[in-house]
């Protein structure tokens, strides 16, 4: 199996900044997309930043420019680095990987368990 776990999510005032990772484990052969997504209570999980194998970025319109998604693939990790934060950036963050088993046919998507970010005004 393939365990993804975040970290560094918290309360921080408007105009701070905050660090996520994410970490995967197990029986991993190759891991190809590396996305953050967020959901606020009530709404759906959105997209917030992708990255590809390669190093290829995409941003969703609302963080572009203030956040960064960055990975370490020797590690199997990602990061988010979040500056100019928001109140409406408030939400529960969830990494997900493209990750293919050693002895899998295809990757599948595994996600990560949340962490709770709070930007406050």
């Known amino acids: 199996q393939v365990q993804l776990v975040e970290s560094g999510g918290g309360l921080v005032q408007a105009g701070g900044s905050l660090r996520l990772s994410c970490a995967a484990s197990g029986s991993i052969f190759s891991i190809n997309s590396m996305a953050w997504y967020r959901q606020a209570p009530g709404l759906e999980r959105d997209l917030v930043a992708s990255m590809t194998s390669g190093g290829t970025p995409t941003y969703a319109d609302s963080v572009s420019g203030r956040f960064t998604i960055s990975r370490d693939n020797g590690k199997n990790l990602v990061y988010l680095q979040m500056n100019s934060l928001k109140p409406e950036d408030t939400a529960v963050y969830f990494c997900?990987?493209?990750?293919?088993?050693?002895?899998?046919?295809?990757?599948?998507?595994?996600w990560g368990q949340g962490t709770q970010v709070t930007v406050s005004s």
């Open positions: 997900k990987m493209v990750v293919r088993q050693r002895f899998a046919l295809s990757p599948r998507d595994y």
